[in-house]
């Protein structure tokens, strides 16, 4: 589990304009909630969260003005069009305490290839210790055949986490190739060949 830690600074001002500005120092506005405590509006450096939140469910140590609270990236807004961090919200966790998140399935093993595999969730809910969550939850395909599914209940927990997700809901769906898939992959070589046909006809012509 990545655990970073980033100083930050306090914010006095508010409003759109303040945070334009923040953002065009390097920062970006934050808020830090939770455990019944007061929020705390503060900037963070933008690269520095940029890169540690290129890792998922990520631990950060916040500290402002002497004080270091351990928190959870809970909401993260990014610009439309460029995708720059606009604003976070991080709630706070205290070590050893339970937490809900979602975290990614990945995949693996051989299955069917006559089928096409569809991914229908790529994450799971579950709960976990706050400093004990796993980066990825492993998917063993081996032995699926076309037609056939896997749910949330067949993705493989470590130890201490629990499944908050509907235990059936599909993560992947192998569907059957239909024939109409069949027909168009052969014919492709035929259309292909049309202009080639045509362009010989066209030579033997002019001759």
């Known amino acids: 589990m990545a ?4 100083n930050g600074v306090s914010r ?27 929020p705390t509006h503060i900037a963070l450096p933008a690269r520095e969260l940029g890169l540690a939140l290129k890792t998922t469910n990520v631990l950060l140590d916040i500290v402002v003005d002497g004080k270091t ?12 069009i460029k995708g ?36 229908n969730s790529t994450s799971i809910e579950v709960e976990t210790e706050a400093t004990s969550i796993p980066g990825f ?32 809901m599909v993560v992947v769906h192998l569907s059957v190739r239909s024939s109409h898939d069949e ?9 292909e060949a049309a202009p080639a046909a045509d362009a010989a006809a066209t030579e033997k012509k002019d001759a």
């Open 69 to 80: 609270e351990l928190t959870l990236p809970k909401a993260i807004v990014r610009h439309a």
């Open 84 to 119: 720059t961090l606009e604003h976070v919200d991080l709630v706070i966790v205290r070590r050893g305490e339970r937490v809900v998140v979602s975290i990614p399935v990945h995949t693996s093993g051989e299955y069917d290839r006559d089928g096409i595999l569809e991914h």
């Open 3 to 6: 655990e970073i830690s980033i």
């Open 12 to 38: 006095t001002e508010f409003g759109k304009g303040a945070s334009r500005r923040a953002r065009r120092d390097g920062l970006v506005p934050a808020v830090i909630y939770g455990h019944g405590a007061k």
């Open 183 to 191: 027909v168009e992959t052969t014919a492709t070589p035929a259309a």
């Open 137 to 168: 939850l492993p998917l063993d395909l081996t032995g699926l055949v076309a037609g056939l599914s896997l749910y949330a209940e067949d993705v493989k927990l470590p130890a201490g986490i629990t499944l908050v997700s509907d235990p059936r």
